[in-house]
């Protein structure tokens, strides 16, 4: 069965225009309005088929329609998904984190500034994607360290990078597609540097927003696991300054000892003497025994630096001291785990203590530490009476933690198990983050093939492992592009985006070559937000160059514009690879980004409206 072009156009616009409502709206997972959108779009083209006239084919085909699981840049994020969960889980960006918060001290938020600065600078020769995933789990991290939720400031990380693509020729893949085929119809050439005068006057107004404006707009959003983890503030840890190690005859300066800044210590037990802050003039010396308050992760921190130390508390039982043979082997770096549980109400546990229950026999985890809210504690943890309501943290395997679900005595708090990190992996992980950059900003191997080979690099290294990365991997982002590239074959093969400009063309019969330009402009920026920016890109070349003709105005003036409104991919999640890129760690949602790119849309498109009235002849 055939039907008019007419008819495809406008039941292709109906299917695209409900998908966009449906995101928008957030009813739906916008998985299943993803998925919706294939499938109506796929059974659609299926019963009423355009033909090709001169081949006889029908077209867009199933193939076509779903080219997007397949795509490159649905590959290449995936990858780098992969490789931030690496770089993130060996503690790679540790260091970076913490010099960052020694500036942070004073003016935490100016350092996030000044970030989205060096990201909007180093994408006008870079590649915005891989740029964007470098600086992800430094800002993730760096927010948790200074307590700002990652919403307030992944969306701006993405919008600096693509305002910074802008800036020069190869700072955009959508640039080169443009002035490729600008060069093709015409016969002219862009220069590498023919637009960054605009984009400078378009990155300094855009950068105003995106560092000011745009986080007062993004929702505070507390991940699930990160809102319950803030619940459980300090444990009590009980930790043996064993011989040899770095900690043994460090001298307390201002009551603090140089290796245990993270911890807030309660007491020191010395054989029979109990000492007490403040701890003028004392050293610690071997065989103490240090009863300190510390966060989660500060203590996952100074194990993972620390191995031996780890080692010691898995070989000495943890707190509650039942060693095992020195002949016994160590914990497994990849299977390590930590996890919190609770003693339950009527738990056999209660009224015992951590030596007398055998909690390693029982369990086969240690206990790192243990919290309790209701009193001061200073007595050694391994005396101490269990009570309901306790909360313990263990290190052990994965099965044995994950074994806990089925303990009545033991309540396992789901959210906070989570695998330790492996600190011998972190130079490895920066090394293969490192090539794999390098490798897709010189164009040595296009961003897809580098960014896979990273990610199978940091799993053969062990920086990762499989069931790791798949948790990386956000169906989400998968879904949306998938979509994407449909409502985008659908729209080319309906001639969709043609029937908009022309009809804009009819509009503004008469009107100045400036009002046209921005006309121009406004309607490309709408439409490369719903579909890819490099889809617009090759849609509009052609008719940017046919309208300058028309109006009688230089070529080079609409196709800048083009290159300019077609990366303003603000406004959607897919419009852009690095707005997809930050979705799942920002843990956003469609409106989110309709709420913060609506506006940057409209001060880029009014700041390059004013850019071409003072930089270029359009009389």
């Excluded at 095992?324 to 056999?348: F, H, K, N």
């Excluded at 093939?449 to 053969?460: F, P, Q, R, S, Y």
């Excluded at 303003?568 to 419009?575: L, N």
Aim: hydrophobic content about 55%.
């Amino acid at each position: 069965m055939t039907a008019t072009p007419d008819f495809h156009l406008w039941v292709a616009l109906a299917i695209i225009t409900g998908g966009i409502i449906a995101y928008a709206w957030g009813r739906w997972a916008m998985e299943l309005v993803s998925l919706a959108i294939i499938t109506a779009l796929l059974v659609f083209f299926h019963f009423f088929p355009m033909i090709d006239a001169e081949t006889g084919r029908a077209f867009p085909d199933m193939r076509s329609l779903l080219a997007g699981f397949s795509d490159p840049a649905l590959i290449a994020i995936l990858s780098l998904l992969v490789m931030g969960q690496a770089l993130v889980h060996s503690g790679a960006l540790d260091e970076p984190v913490r010099r960052l918060l020694k500036v942070a001290e004073g003016a935490p938020r100016l350092v996030i500034r000044g970030i989205l600065a060096i990201v909007l600078a180093i994408s006008g020769f870079l590649n915005n994607t891989p740029v964007v995933a470098v600086f992800i789990p430094m800002i993730s991290a760096l927010s948790r360290k200074l307590d700002i939720n990652p919403s307030r400031v992944m969306i701006p990380l993405s919008y600096a990078a693509i305002l910074g693509g802008n800036l020069t020729l190869i700072g955009s893949s959508a640039n080169l597609l443009v002035a490729g085929i600008y060069s093709e119809i015409t016969g002219d050439h862009l220069g590498f540097f023919a637009i960054t005068a605009p984009g400078l006057i378009v990155g300094a107004a855009g950068f105003v927003y995106v560092a000011f404006i745009a986080p007062l707009l993004l929702p505070d959003r507390v991940p699930v696991i990160s809102g319950m983890s803030r619940v459980a503030k300090q444990f009590l840890v009980q930790l043996e300054v064993a011989p040899g190690s770095p900690l043994e005859g460090q001298k307390a300066v201002s009551g603090l000892f140089p290796g245990l800044t993270e911890l807030t210590i309660r007491a020191i037990h010395r054989g029979d003497e109990t000492l007490l802050p403040p701890f003028h003039d004392v050293s610690l010396q071997a065989g103490d025994i240090i009863l300190a308050a510390a966060t989660r992760r500060a203590l996952t921190e100074m194990m993972a630096k620390d191995p031996e130390l780890l080692h010691g508390l898995w070989r000495r039982g943890g707190v509650a001291g039942e060693e095992v043979a020195q002949s016994a082997p160590p914990l497994p770096e990849e299977d390590r785990m930590l996890a919190e549980v609770m003693i339950a109400p009527a738990s056999r546990l209660q009224g015992r203590t951590l030596e007398q229950v055998g909690f390693r026999s029982l369990t086969n985890a240690i206990v790192l530490g243990i919290q309790r809210r209701s009193r001061m504690i200073r007595s050694h943890i391994s005396e101490l009476v269990l009570e309901p309501g306790d909360v313990l943290l263990l290190l052990g395997r994965r099965q044995d933690i994950l074994a806990l679900r089925g303990n009545r005595d033991l309540l396992l708090l789901e959210w906070s198990a989570a695998d330790f990190p492996v600190m011998r992996s972190s130079r490895l992980a920066i090394g293969i983050f490192a090539a794999t950059v390098l490798a897709a900003a010189t164009g040595i191997l296009p961003i897809a093939i580098a960014a896979l080979v990273g990610a199978l690099a940091m799993m053969t290294g062990r920086c990762i492992n499989i069931r790791q990365a798949g948790r990386a991997v956000d169906s989400k982002v998968v879904l949306i592009i998938a979509a994407a590239v449909a409502m985008g074959q659908a729209m080319q093969a309906t001639g969709g985006a043609e029937f908009v400009a022309t009809h804009l063309l009819t509009l503004l019969d008469g009107a100045s070559p400036l009002m046209i330009l921005s006309a121009f402009f406004a309607m490309v920026a709408v439409l490369t937000n719903l579909l890819s920016n490099n889809a617009t890109a090759v849609l509009f070349t052609p008719i940017a160059v046919s309208v300058a003709d028309h109006i009688g105005v230089d070529p080079q003036i609409f196709v800048i514009a083009l290159i300019f409104s077609a990366t303003a991919s603000y406004a959607t999640p897919f419009g852009y690879q690095t707005n997809l890129l930050v979705m799942g760690p920002g843990h956003y949602r469609f409106s989110d980004f309709v709420r913060a790119g609506i506006p940057l849309v409209v001060v880029v498109w009014a700041a390059f409206t004013i850019a071409a009235a003072m930089l270029y002849d359009l009389g």
